[in-house]
């Protein structure tokens, strides 16, 4: 059983920072991709950003690009989100999620080529 825990959300003013946090457990950790997605209230669940399974190469979705930074931490099975210069627009659950392919190449958005989730950590930036 694959299982993964994020932490670090919380409530911070525009313009401030949060750094989440996913420790995961139950397979080889090193040898996926990861990826961050987050779901605001009556909206679908989005992409945010992609770590290769060395660590070597990220993606971000243009909303979040300058201002977050994806990282990993194989030796801790974790990786991470460091999110600075939040936005309201950035309120949301977010989750992250181990891509489905060993060593997947090329990276991928798509909500069904992750096949295990975490909980999700609130983050909320008040107007």
């Known amino acids: 059983q694959v299982q993964l825990v994020e932490s670090g959300g919380g409530l911070v003013q525009t313009g401030g920072s949060l750094r989440l946090s996913c420790a995961a457990s139950?397979?080889?950790?090193?040898?996926?991709?990861m990826g961050w997605f987050r779901q605001a209230p009556g909206k679908e669940r989005e992409f945010v950003a992609a770590i290769s399974w060395s660590g070597r190469r990220t993606y971000y979705a243009d909303s979040v690009k300058g201002r977050f930074t994806i990282s990993r931490d194989n030796a801790k099975n974790s990786v991470y989100l460091q999110m600075n210069s939040l936005k309201p627009e950035d309120t949301a659950v977010y989750y992250c999620?181990?891509?489905?392919?060993?060593?997947?190449?090329?990276?991928?958005?798509?909500?069904?080529?992750?096949?295990?989730w975490g909980q999700g950590t609130q983050v909320t930036v008040p107007s």
């Open positions: 139950g397979r080889t950790f090193s040898s996926y991709n």
């Open positions: 999620a181990v891509d489905r392919q060993f060593q997947r190449v090329v990276f991928t958005t798509t909500r069904s080529q992750y096949n295990y």
